[in-house]
């Protein structure tokens, strides 16, 4: 006897949003796809063996689930993914990761955020799902357009480093930003985006007597 | 009565796999003979973790149809998941049984025998419906207590051949090692694709180990390959208990922090250097073995130095080397500055001569000291089995018999290279 079973991987986007050029926030509905903020997804087109995979970038009590893309001109999913409209089927899996905020920590440390490019998504779910949690934003860009929708984040909570014009809070990397930052003993650290990001600044707070146990990291690429 | 043969390659997961379903083919009826001998029913299970487990998979595979020609060859495992279309239409092989219906393996033939076609789709997926092994060619009995990784490491196509984590409830791990058990097996290793990750209903990986050492009986329980993350400190102290075997394979990979990030480990080499010390502190003989993967895309001469320097403080027993291969759909197919397969080749080569070298001076230090060793092979002249560090002692005595425990003196070592052992004497 053959089961049938209903496939509930494909998802129908709602809204597509475009931030900048290459930036774009991807939009299904949550239906009961139950997640932690800080984990992600794996994302592909209908018909499409390629998948990769996403933080996801709304929050764990939205009715909506959303992914933000940073499209990589040379690459093979996110120009596609670009090019998706509302109404669009997208197969979605998981969630999955480790990424996110430990529970016994969440009310009695304070909590750095570091990322790079699209590595802001997590922390946008942390916010969005945490209203009242004690945190700080560094996000590091070239531009200050790629400060994607940084009206979510109290200003007083969000530095923007634009390493290539001087529009942001800060002129420069992350890590120059860093360097001149002091942080309370029982502060944790969450970096995510890419490798070499993620290397520099872990070594910046090795040397600021953070070890990697003060220290959490997700690696896009 | 049929002729049923298997042949499984790749990790001892698989080997659980395959134990389990000799098992019940065993129950069933059918004879279980060698791989090579004649049968009616090949199954192999396959694996596909490097280009070199694809390669011998296919060869196993061509070997099974051209010695058995007219006999059922069922394909499984990790590469029939990964390169399902391309199995299905070879003609000589009959089945492809995805990894999470392998263990309905036996029905299908069953069913195939009555006439009855089924689609390997139809079969019930469950991929903790394996019984206890009771007929193995084995002395020592894996467990299965979880399947699947979300990790994502960027080399790695765990994830996408045996799907996500999942874990096995208790009570069928712990029916599943008393039975083990009643079968007359004195080693049960506790087996998994990640097994640190271990969670059901709240229960860690550490309340698994403890309850199934609180289960009576004169037996050793060893814990298999381990990824190096989420431990807390009473993760130690359960090796204070007599049955659990003071061994651990640590999958370090690489001694590079970069090159661990470009891999998406979830630990740096500090962290890992502190569990080994953490473990000699408190066990000075433990015994830690690991696995390394050289020429890791953009893997600089600076990074494989910091493996090798890696290698030789940690003192690992063995290492299990790999030449990085790429893996179709993983993150590191798509990375910049793969590594020319002579360079990686030569760095394969350094670890495995430092590696030589530790495994001797660690086996050193167990000379005049005792182990208490579990029979596998009665030779001639000689018998042969594993101590609790899981080294492999030879001992000049006919009498004993496999699968018994006892008590040696390690008087010597003999042998050279990957074949060294210690030479024991009973006590
Ligand atoms: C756990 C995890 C979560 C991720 N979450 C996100 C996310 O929330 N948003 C997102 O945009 N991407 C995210 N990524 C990266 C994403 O999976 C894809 O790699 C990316 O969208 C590019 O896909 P592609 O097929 O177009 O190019 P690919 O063929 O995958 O990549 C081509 C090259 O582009 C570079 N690259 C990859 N990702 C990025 C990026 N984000 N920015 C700049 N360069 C990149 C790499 O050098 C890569 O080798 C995540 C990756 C991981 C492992
Ligand atoms: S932890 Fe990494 S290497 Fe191990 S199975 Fe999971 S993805 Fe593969």
Redesign the pocket.
């Known amino acids: 006897m053959m089961d049938f079973k209903i496939d509930t991987n494909f998802y129908t986007v709602s809204q597509v949003r475009h931030l900048t050029e290459h930036a774009f926030v991807v939009q299904v509905p949550r239906r009961n796809f139950k997640f932690t903020a800080g984990q992600?997804l794996v994302l592909g087109m209908k018909d499409d063996y390629?998948t990769?995979?996403?933080?996801i970038?709304s929050g764990e009590n939205e009715e909506v689930l959303e992914?933000?893309?940073?499209e990589?001109e040379?690459?093979?999913?996110?120009?596609r993914l670009k090019q998706v409209k509302e109404g669009d089927s997208l197969e979605i899996h998981g969630p999955f990761?480790h990424f996110g905020i430990e529970e016994k920590k969440r009310d009695t440390h304070k909590h750095v955020f570091i990322a790079s490019?699209?590595g802001i998504?997590p922390f946008r779910s942390m916010v969005k799902t945490y209203p009242e949690l004690d945190y700080q934003l560094i996000h590091g860009v070239r531009t200050i357009d790629e400060g994607y929708e940084r009206e979510n984040y109290s200003t007083d909570r969000y530095v923007l480093c634009t390493s290539r014009d001087d529009n942001g809070d800060f002129k420069g990397r992350v890590t120059a930003y860093l360097h001149e930052q002091e942080f309370d003993k029982n502060t944790q650290f969450y970096l995510c985006g890419?490798s070499q990001m993620i290397f520099d600044v872990l070594e910046l707070l090795k040397n600021k007597g953070f070890g990697r146990d003060s220290v959490s990291a997700?690696?896009?690429? | 009565m049929k002729r049923v043969s298997f042949k499984t390659l790749g990790c001892r997961l698989n080997q659980y796999e395959t134990d389990s379903m000799v098992s019940e083919f065993h129950k069933a009826g059918y004879e279980i003979v060698d791989f090579g001998q004649p049968a009616d029913i090949c199954v192999v299970n396959t694996c596909t973790v490097t280009n070199q487990s694809d390669h011998k998979s296919r060869n196993i595979i061509s070997q099974a149809a051209s010695k058995n020609p007219g006999a059922m060859v069922v394909v499984t495992g990790c590469m029939a998941d990964n390169y399902k279309q391309e199995l299905e239409s070879r003609d000589k092989v009959t089945y492809v049984v995805d990894n999470s219906r392998k263990a309905s393996i036996l029905p299908l033939i069953a069913a195939h025998n009555t006439g009855e076609i089924l689609h390997p789709d139809q079969l019930p997926q469950n991929v903790f419906d394996y019984g206890a092994v009771s007929k193995s060619l084995h002395t020592r009995s894996a467990i299965k207590i979880q399947d699947g990784c979300d990790n994502?490491c960027t080399f790695c196509i765990i994830p996408k051949v045996r799907g996500r984590a999942v874990s096995r409830p208790i009570d069928e791990i712990l029916n599943n090692v008393k039975q083990t058990l009643e079968n007359g097996f004195k080693e049960i290793v506790v087996t998994g694709v990640n097994i640190g990750r271990y969670n059901y209903e709240g229960l860690t990986f550490i309340d698994v180990v403890k309850q199934i050492l609180a289960i009576p009986g004169d037996f050793r329980v060893r814990i298999s390959s381990l990824e190096p993350d989420g431990f807390s400190s009473d993760f130690f102290d359960l090796f204070e208990h007599p049955k659990l075997a003071p061994h651990l394979h640590l999958c370090l990979q690489s001694g590079s922090e970069k090159t661990l990030l470009q891999m998406?480990r979830m630990y740096n080499l500090d962290q890992y250097q502190e569990m080994v010390r953490q473990l000699r502190n408190k066990y000075p003989n433990f015994n830690i073995s690991t696995d390394i993967i050289v020429g890791f895309p953009d893997e600089s001469e600076e990074d494989f130095q910091h493996t090798l320097d890696a290698v030789a403080s940690a003192q690992f027993s063995h290492v299990h080397t790999f030449k990085y291969s790429v893996r179709k759909g993983t993150?590191a197919e798509?990375?910049?500055n793969q590594i020319p397969e002579p360079i990686k080749t030569i760095r394969s080569e350094q670890v495995r001569l430092l590696s030589e070298e530790n495994r001797l001076n660690y086996m050193r230090t167990f000379i005049g000291k005792e182990q208490r060793v579990l029979i596998e092979k009665v030779r001639e002249d000689f018998v042969e089995g594993y101590g609790e560090h899981y080294l492999p002692v030879q001992i000049a005595n006919s009498q004993l018999k496999k699968n018994t425990f006892v008590l040696v003196k390690i008087t010597g070592i003999t042998g050279e290279g990957e074949k060294l052992m210690m030479i024991g004497e009973p006590i």
């Open positions: 992600h390629h990769r995979e996403y933080s970038y992914v933000l893309v940073k990589v040379e690459g093979y999913l996110s120009p990761g490019g699209s998504a890419n997700e690696v896009y690429f | 994502f998406r993150r798509r990375m910049e």
